[in-house]
């Protein structure tokens, strides 16, 4: 995992409704980076919607499972699955994303391609 890695694709897949789903990056232009250091610290950058977010703390891997531990903007611990196509990670988990945009994210699955930069 380390490098500089941009995502192909952010597929986000409503829980509750599985046969709606977003991909971030083909479907709205959004832009999402992954830098992560031989140290393991790493940073992530999100942009879409007008708008950009990043976050960064501590990446690991454990067998098949990538841990993050964001320690800013606030701290949190987000577990996914990891494979490889090729060159291509592919990240697979859990997240919250606002599907009607009522204002309350929905339970949602998330599937990121990330190649490198």
């Keep these: 995992m380390v490098g500089s890695w941009s995502a192909k694709s952010m597929v986000l897949t409503n829980k509750a409704n599985p046969q ?5 990056i083909t479907d709205s232009g959004a832009t999402f980076t992954l830098d992560v250091q031989a140290s393991g610290r790493y940073l992530a950058i999100l942009t879409g919607f007008g708008q ?3 976050e960064s703390g501590l990446l690991s891997v454990d067998g098949d499972l990538v841990i993050l531990q964001r320690q800013l903007p606030s ?3 987000q577990i996914s699955t990891w494979s ?9 988990g859990d997240t919250d994303f606002d599907f ?6 929905e339970e949602a699955d998330i599937r990121i391609v990330l190649t490198p930069r």
């Design 84 to 92: 490889r196509n090729g060159e291509d990670v592919i990240l697979e």
């Design 100 to 105: 009607n945009l009522d204002g309350t994210p």
């Design 75 to 77: 701290t949190d611990v």
């Design 20 to 24: 709606e789903t977003l991909d971030l």
């Design 52 to 54: 950009s977010a990043s």
